[in-house]
């Protein structure tokens, strides 16, 4: 669950990117660096709550990615499966917010 919840997070993020006119390369260079795709992701309008902005810093601090994906006996340093549910669902429901809202704007 842990790593699944990072992987639609960081999908989240690459799509605010693509939609917001980055191009692939530059999305796929950011590779795993969710507090990066989190900067970029502020220039595309994406205003996120303190503690939800440090805790995607937190969890590129804390490898969490290679974590969750490659050494999941070392889970006791990663972060609280609530706090990981709360940063998806609010990264979510402002994203998609503001790609709805950009879709809307586009139609004549």
């Not at 590779?31 to 795709?37: C, N, R, S, T, V």
């Not at 503690?51 to 972060?79: I, N």
Request: aromatic share 2%; hydrophobic share 45%; with cysteine.
């Amino acid at each position: 669950m842990r790593l699944l919840a990072i992987q639609a997070i960081e999908l989240y993020l690459n799509a605010l990117l693509l939609s917001g006119g980055h191009s692939p390369a530059d999305v796929r260079g950011t590779q795993h660096d969710l507090a990066m795709k989190k900067e970029l992701a502020t220039q595309c309008g994406l205003v996120l709550r303190a503690k939800t902005a440090a805790h995607l810093c937190d969890l590129m601090t804390r490898r969490e990615y290679l974590v969750s994906r490659y050494g999941p006996e070392l889970a006791s340093s990663v972060s609280q499966i609530n706090r990981l549910h709360a940063t998806l669902d609010e990264v979510g429901d402002k994203i998609s917010k503001i790609i709805r809202l950009k879709n809307c704007a586009a139609v004549p």
